[in-house]
C-alpha cells in the first residue's frame, strides 16, 4: 500500500484529535510535527501508538522537505504567515502532494482568497478539513435515504447546530485574533454540513447556489458581569471591551440549479451548552423522510457517585468539552471516529496521491467563509444579505465585521 509521509503545523487540540485519528487510518504515516509549543508530546504520542517516527522540525521549511503532505493545525492568525512559509519551501524544492488546513480557512474573505491563491501559486492540492461532513452518521443518513431521495425528491431543511460551554484556549476567545466569536468558529460547521445533505445526490459539493442569509448574533451568557470575570480572570480576554458572540442563529436560503427549487439551511451554535459538553445536532427533512444524529447519544453511559468524583482526573476523556465528572455521563468511546477525522484523514491520502483535491479544497472552504462572513453581516445591518448580489460580493471581498474589528460592544450587549 502507498503511504503518505503527513507532517503536521500546530500540536495542539485538534493535532491530537487527528493522531487519535491516524491510529484507524491506513496507509498515512506521522511523519513529523512543527510547533511553538507541545511538539515534543505529539511526537511522543505519535511513537507510542505506532503512527510514524515523528521528527520535531524547529520550521515549516525542514518539515516540508521532509514529508509528503503538511496539515496547518495551528490557530487561525497564524494561517496566512504559515501557508506563505510553506509556498516558498515548495519553491525551494519540496516535493509535496498535498495542503491541508483547518476549519475555518481564514478570518475573512480577503484572507481566504489569499490562502487560495497561495494554494495555487505552490501548484499542490489542496485538501479543506471539514470534518462534520465525514462523519459516518451523516454519509450513513445520506446513503440510507438515497432511494427515497430520488423517488420523493431532495432533503428540503437541513437544521444543524455544534454546542460547547466554550473554548480551551485564549485564543478562540479573542474576536481580533480568532475573527469573531462563535460564527466564526463553530457555525462554518454547520452551514457546511447543512450545504452538503441539502445537495442532491451525485451533485457537487458547490452544485446548490447560495441565493441569501439571514442572522443573528447574540452575547447571552458570558458577557454576564459573572461570567466575564471568570473569563477575564482565566483568559485575560475581557468581554466588556471586546465581546465576541457567544450564540447564533440563521438561516441560508439555496436554490437548485436546474429546478429552482429553493431549500433552507438553519444554523444554530452556541459556546454556552452547559450540558454534558459537546453536542452536533443535524436534522434534514425531505419529502416522506428524515433523519436526526445527536452526537450525545452514545451506546455507553457511565454513573461515578460523588463519593468516587475525586478520583476522576480528565472528564475530557469521556467527551470532548465535557463539563461534568460525576453523575449519568454520556461517553463516546471513539471520537475521532465519531466527529469524522478518521474519515477526512483517509479521503485527503487517496486524493494526494492521485494528485487531486481532497473532496472539499482552498476554494471550498473560501465558500464557507463568504458564508460567515455574510452571517456577520446580516446580523450587524439586521437584514437579510442578497448572495447573489455582485455589489454585496464585493463588499465582502474587503469585510471585516465589527466583532473581529473588537467592536462587538456595538452590536452585541444592548
Ligand atoms: N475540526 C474541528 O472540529 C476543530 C476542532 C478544534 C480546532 N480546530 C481548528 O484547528 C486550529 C487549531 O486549533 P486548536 O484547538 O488545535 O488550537 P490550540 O491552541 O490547542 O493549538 C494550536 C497549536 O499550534 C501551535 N502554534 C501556534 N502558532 C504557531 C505558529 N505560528 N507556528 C507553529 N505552530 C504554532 C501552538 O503551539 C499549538 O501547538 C484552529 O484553526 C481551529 O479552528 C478544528
Known amino acids: 500500500m502507498e503511504r503518505l509521509k503527513l507532517g503536521f503545523i500546530g500540536a495542539g487540540f485538534v493535532a491530537h484529535f487527528h493522531a487519535r485519528a491516524l491510529k484507524m ?9 512543527h510547533s511553538l509549543k507541545w511538539a515534543e508530546k505529539l511526537a511522543a504520542f505519535a511513537k507510542e501508538n505506532e503512527l510514524g517516527d515523528c521528527k520535531v522540525y524547529p520550521n515549516v521549511a525542514e518539515l516540508c522537505k521532509n514529508c509528503d ?17 510553506i509556498v ?46 465525514h ?5 450513513n443518513a445520506l446513503s440510507q435515504l438515497e432511494p427515497e431521495q430520488k423517488a420523493m425528491g431532495p432533503i428540503a431543511l437541513v437544521r444543524s447546530s455544534e454546542e460547547h460551554a466554550g473554548p480551551h484556549e485564549p485564543w478562540f476567545w479573542d474576536p481580533t485574533r480568532q475573527g469573531g466569536g462563535v460564527l466564526s468558529d463553530m457555525a462554518c460547521h454547520s452551514i457546511a454540513v447543512s450545504w ?104 455507553l453511559e457511565v454513573f461515578i457517585g460523588d463519593i468516587a468524583a475525586e478520583a476522576v482526573a480528565d472528564a475530557e476523556a469521556a467527551l470532548e468539552k465535557a463539563t461534568a465528572s460525576r453523575g449519568l455521563l454520556a461517553v463516546q ?26 473532496l472539499l479544497n482552498w476554494e471550498y472552504g473560501l465558500e464557507i467563509t463568504k458564508l460567515c462572513q455574510a452571517g456577520y453581516m446580516a446580523a450587524e445591518r439586521q437584514r437579510t444579505i442578497d448572495l447573489t448580489d455582485s455589489a454585496i460580493q464585493k463588499e465582502l471581498d474587503s469585510y471585516t465585521s465589527l466583532i473581529a474589528q473588537g467592536k462587538g460592544a456595538e452590536v452585541l450587549c444592548k
Request: hydrophobic share 40%; with cysteine.
Open 135 to 139: 462523519m459516518k452518521a451523516i454519509r
Open 25 to 33: 487510518v491506513r496507509g498515512i504515516d506521522l511523519a513529523g510535527v
Open 333 to 358: 468511546p471513539n471520537e475521532a471516529d465519531l466527529y469524522g477525522y478518521a474519515d477526512e484523514l483517509v479521503d485527503a491520502r487517496k486524493a494526494f496521491l492521485v494528485g487531486k483535491d481532497g
Open 196 to 299: 452538503f445533505c441539502l445537495t442532491p445526490v451525485g451533485k457537487p459539493v458547490t452544485y446548490l447556489e447560495p441565493v441569501s442569509i439571514n442572522a443573528e448574533t447574540a452575547l447571552l451568557k458570558w458577557g454576564q458581569p459573572r461570567y466575564r470575570k471568570d473569563l477575564l480572570d482565566r483568559t485575560g480576554i475581557d468581554y466588556s471591551k471586546t465581546p465576541a458572540e457567544d450564540f447564533c442563529t440563521g438561516i441560508v436560503t439555496f436554490r437548485n440549479p436546474d429546478t429552482g427549487q429553493s431549500t433552507k439551511a438553519q444554523f444554530t451554535n452556541s459556546w454556552m451548552y452547559d450540558k454534558q459538553g459537546l453536542r452536533l445536532l443535524m436534522e434534514g427533512l425531505g419529502p416522506g423522510y428524515a433523519f436526526e444524529v445527536n452526537s450525545l447519544k452514545s451506546p
Open 88 to 133: 516558498e519551501a515548495v519553491k525551494a524544492g519540496a516535493e509535496l502532494k498535498g495542503l491541508i488546513c483547518e476549519k475555518p480557512l481564514a478570518r475573512t474573505v480577503a484572507e481566504a482568497k489569499r490562502l487560495v491563491a497561495l494554494g495555487k501559486e505552490s501548484k499542490v492540492p489542496t485538501a479543506y478539513f471539514e470534518n462534520q461532513i
Open 69 to 85: 503532505a503538511v496539515g496547518v493545525f495551528a490557530p487561525n492568525p497564524s494561517r496566512v504567515e504559515l501557508v506563505e512559509q
